[in-house]
């Protein structure tokens, strides 16, 4: 049995698969020691679990679905007392006998399949299997001379344990389905028996009786097939692939097949494991197996009516190998004679079909014609020509009233059905509908990317990374990417899916961490070809330089770094198409030494956040509420800017709180000295990127920095920037920074702009920076009050604000009850983005469904703070928290979750604000004015090392000029955020 059920790889399964899967997980779940037994000639469906005891459990314990007294008729059923005993096994007994297993619910126990022998009963069992006559049913004793002998499991076994029967009637009763005690091997079975009564009887047999079972037992009736496949389960496409969905029935069903150009499947039809290539109708009761391509012209000009089975056979005839054809109709039984009334073939009697072919008997059984003459046994079908080669489709074409001739059939090599099936090759079937199941997978990857939807590809990418399926993979994808110089979205996804993809056939926990660095000399040529917006060079380059990184597991997490890499350069470009909603003017440039000052305030996120992240801001489209404030009392980001005679860049940043600041200085004589704008950790990078973003100066020109700020700018600028909070607050302070240096930037150098533009503007600025992120810390300081933000499903990515209408007295209220509490602890590492982006990439169903409720969530917030309820919005807030934690796992350090359970019984809700992980941790609370109470409950609690606590101003002015000044840089540096 399989230890554990894995819903992570996807696979081509058969009903075996299907068995075990029921079994171990539902049906065998906590038997004790024993021995389970079941053939394999049905397909079980339990919807639950079941729950039962076996606490003493001992004997023998038969597992029951329901069914009909019609179904009954040609199967078994068990007969019950009150006690959940079996009484007796009726098979194929008439309906008066049928009827007396009927159970309160009206249906009767079908004798399913599964049954368990405890340990004692499975030993006295074994030990027969070396006693005489017995030893005859197993290969030890048949080696050793002893006459075979055929024992049924329930039928002899089994009914021996049954209370109704006394040993005369077990030993000596004619039992339809067993040997006869009265015929040719009569007293050898009697003694097998009597052997059976004398070792097992005794021992009980009780019943599990399963009421919303389902028992689909395997039939060679085609019409019952059909049915019960059209009727199993809602879904009409099965792991297949088709061109045009719409031509697909409601009430048909299409398993693992891929369907091109103009097939139609009627209602009540089947196509499994087939690759057709249209026009095809396939009509309703009809059943298409195992076709490949090359039939699909012949399958075109078939006569196919209604209620006809064609299949495809791979059988190993000597030394050849070949694909079979056959054809019946739905209503053909295979087994009952030709001379019989009822005996039909492709739905007609054969006297009928004999008539229209001019085929006769002979042809058909040879002239040793008995009464086993059937279906089953008539040599119908030609597979092999002595002059021209293997005979495909076109035999059956000829059968159903197609193109062909008597001459040609006659002088075919032929097969009936049970020859075919006795040289079935089944390695070789079983290959093709694997080759189908990764053709249908390759495809439906191509029409995920494309059409940008959200199944998760993930488990289908296992599955071809374990069976050695990943080159033909791994071109499709490169193909789709390569193509997608229209989309980047797609084109960034498609390099993501190939990381995937490498970190796949690297295995499960082997090969190091996949965050990481991806700036190896090796991959250079190719990032250097896409950030030139080369896109199909690029990805040519990179699936070269791909061969050299796949011979061990640590080799191909590194490439998967680097496709990520890579995917993230594809990423950049598509978020800068939020540029094209930038807006500056034009105007006077301020006098030479005036300063241009701004200041922010920070952000608060009530609720969305991680909806407004790149892709998934323009793949789901985001919804944010957030709200801008003031840290007790002051706007804690500003910016500064005026120009100087000299031309240089000096590029000043100064952070912490004034009493004890500290600053670093860059300045820039040389374009070269600004090339490090595009890595975050080089100094000054943050203002670097602001001059490249602000079209202050331009890097690539040829014309010197001198040159550049004196011609434009009449000499040189400095830049200085500042803010009060901690690095990681979770407060926005980056985002709000960079918006705050551009407006200052702007200011200086005559150009005019809205906050809207801003917006937009360090989304760009944080692609060239490579920081990446989101738009709600901007959207956060650069707007004041509380705000709705929200960007649609599509590119280029655009930024909408709208300004929550808020009474007075409820912005008081929500004032005088939130609280900031600084928890001293570091952020998250710095792998985080890269961890959700994967996941979101991979379409986690999880992270899926989270992403939707992100934006659900955050619309019900900014309903709550309409309506002015501030416990409605802290259930928003908590909700909000729950669905931080699981897009990033992790990002609720140990000491944070002693302080927010402290706190929760004076909370509405609570939250730590941004990613999570540390820095601030916001709360709604009940009563307002709880400072005091939270700073003595925090200082109670053990272990959670240093904390502040902080009282919030709603700030509704957002970015903010002040007073125009002169002073010199020295001067103002103690004075920025007062």
Request: charged letters at 20%; a negative charge; one cysteine or more.
């Amino acid at each position: 049995m399989p230890v554990q059920r894995s819903d992570a790889v996807e696979g081509a399964i058969c009903c075996l698969d299907l068995l075990l899967d029921c079994l171990s997980t539902k049906i065998c779940a906590g038997s004790p020691p024993g021995v389970w037994v079941c053939g394999t000639d049905m397909i079980l469906n339990i919807p639950t679990r079941q729950l039962f005891s076996w606490d003493g459990f001992s004997g023998v314990q038969v597992v029951a679905l329901p069914g009909d007294a019609c179904f009954a008729v040609n199967h078994g059923v068990y007969l019950t007392d009150a006690e959940n005993r079996v009484c007796n096994i009726i098979y194929k007994g008439s309906k008066e006998k049928i009827s007396l297993a009927t159970l309160p619910d009206g249906r009767v126990p079908l004798v399913s399949g599964p049954v368990f022998f405890s340990r004692a009963v499975a030993e006295k069992l074994l030990q027969t299997h070396v006693t005489s006559p017995l030893d005859g049913c197993t290969y030890l004793g048949m080696d050793s001379g002893a006459p075979p002998l055929e024992i049924s499991l329930f039928l002899d076994i089994l009914v021996c344990l049954c209370s109704d029967l006394t040993e005369h009637e077990f030993i000596n009763g004619e039992r339809a389905g067993c040997t006869s005690p009265s015929g040719p091997q009569g007293a050898v079975v009697r003694s097998g028996r009597a052997v059976l009564w004398r070792t097992l009887r005794g021992a009980s047999i009780s019943i599990l009786y399963i009421p919303e079972g389902r028992y689909d037992y395997l039939t060679q009736s085609g019409r019952e097939h059909v049915v019960r496949l059209t009727e199993s389960g809602s879904e009409t496409t099965i792991r297949s692939h088709i061109q045009d969905v719409q031509s697909v029935s409601e009430g048909s069903r299409v398993i693992n097949s891929v369907l091109e150009g103009d097939v139609r499947v009627s209602a009540g039809a089947v196509v499994q494991h087939c690759h057709l290539q249209g026009p095809v109708q396939v009509h309703s009761g009809c059943l298409l197996s195992g076709l490949d391509l090359t039939s699909s012209s012949c399958i075109q000009h078939l006569p196919l009516s209604s209620d006809i089975i064609v299949q495809g056979h791979r059988v190993m005839l000597g030394e050849l190998k070949l694909t079979v054809y056959t054809s019946f109709g739905a209503h053909d039984n295979l087994e009952v004679n030709a001379d019989d009334v009822t005996a039909s073939f492709l739905n007609q009697k054969w006297s009928e079909f004999y008539s229209r072919t001019g085929i006769q008997p002979l042809d058909l059984w040879g002239p040793a014609r008995t009464e086993s003459c059937c279906l089953l046994d008539a040599r119908l079908f030609p597979v092999f020509m002595p002059r021209s080669g293997p005979v495909g489709l076109e035999g059956v074409c000829w059968l159903l009233g197609g193109a062909g001739g008597l001459d040609s059939w006659k002088e075919a090599w032929r097969l009936s059905l049970r020859d075919i099936l006795i040289l079935t090759d089944q390695q070789t079937e079983l290959r093709w509908r694997e080759e189908l199941f990764f053709s249908v997978g390759r495809r439906r990857a191509v029409d995920t990317l494309q059409g940008h939807t959200d199944l998760s590809l993930l488990p289908f990418f296992r599955a071809a990374a374990l069976s050695g399926q990943q080159e033909a993979l791994l071109q499709a994808l490169d193909s789709v990417a390569a193509n997608s110089s229209g989309d980047l979205g797609v084109a960034a996804r498609c390099l993501a899916c190939i990381a995937d993809v490498l970190g796949c056939l690297a295995g499960e926990g082997k090969g190091g961490l996949r965050s990481g660095p991806a700036a190896n000399p090796s991959w250079a040529p190719a990032f250097k070809l896409l950030e030139d917006g080369n896109l199909n060079a690029g990805v040519q380059e990179l699936a070269n330089q791909r061969k050299h990184w796949i011979s061990r597991p640590d080799l191909l997490v590194r490439a998967a770094r680097h496709y990520e890499g890579a995917g993230q350069i594809l990423l950049r470009k598509a978020v800068m198409s939020a540029r094209q909603f930038v807006f500056i003017g034009q105007g006077e440039m301020p006098p030479m030494g005036e300063w241009q000052e701004v200041e922010c305030p920070a952000r608060l996120d009530l609720s969305g956040g991680w909806s407004d992240t790149p892709p998934i801001a323009f793949e789901h489209g985001g919804l944010v509420v957030n709200v801008a404030i003031k840290v007790d009392g002051r706007r804690p980001i500003g910016a500064r800017v005026c120009r100087v005679p000299k031309p240089h860049l000096l590029l000043v940043s100064t952070s912490g709180e004034p009493s004890c600041s500290f600053s670093t200085e860059t300045l820039c004589e040389d374009l070269t000295d600004l090339e490090d704008y595009c890595q975050p950790h080089a100094p000054g990078a943050l203002l670097k990127a602001v001059c490249v973003c602000s079209d202050l100066v331009c890097v690539s020109s040829p014309v010197s920095l001198k040159e550049q700020l004196l011609q434009r700018w009449g000499g040189g600028l400095e830049i200085h920037s500042c803010s009060s909070l901690p690095h990681g607050s979770g407060l926005g302070t980056s985002s709000i920074l960079a918006g705050a240096a551009l407006a200052a930037v702007y200011r200086c150098t005559g150009r005019s702009f809205d906050a809207n533009s801003l917006i937009h503007d360090v989304l760009y600025l944080e692609q060239i920076l490579t920081t990446g992120g989101g738009w709600q810390d901007q959207v956060g300081g650069l707007f004041g009050g509380v705000k709705l933000a929200r960007s649609a499903a599509q590119l280029p990515l655009r930024v909408e604000v709208e300004q929550l209408s808020l009474t007075q007295d409820f912005l008081s209220v929500l004032q005088q009850h939130l609280l900031l509490v600084y928890t001293g602890k570091t952020r998250l590492a710095r792998n985080l983005l890269q961890d959700v982006v994967r996941s979101w990439y991979a379409r986690l169903p999880s992270i899926v469904q989270n992403a939707e409720q992100l934006v659900t969530n955050a619309e019900e917030c900014a309903e709550a703070c309409r309506a002015g309820s501030l416990l409605r919005l802290g259930e928003c807030m908590d909700t909000y928290w729950q669905q931080k934690k699981l897009m990033a796992p992790g990002c609720e350090p140990a000491a944070v979750r002693s302080m927010m359970n402290a706190l929760q019984p004076l909370s509405l809700g609570q939250s730590l604000a941004g990613a999570g992980g540390g820095g601030f941790l916001f709360l709604l609370t009940r009563e307002p004015q709880q400072k005091e109470t939270v700073t003595e409950i925090l200082t109670n609690i053990q272990g959670i090392g240093s904390f502040s606590v902080h009282s919030v101003d709603l700030d509704m002015d957002g970015i903010s000029v002040i007073q125009k000044s002169s002073e010199h840089p020295e001067q103002h540096k103690s004075d920025c955020l007062k």
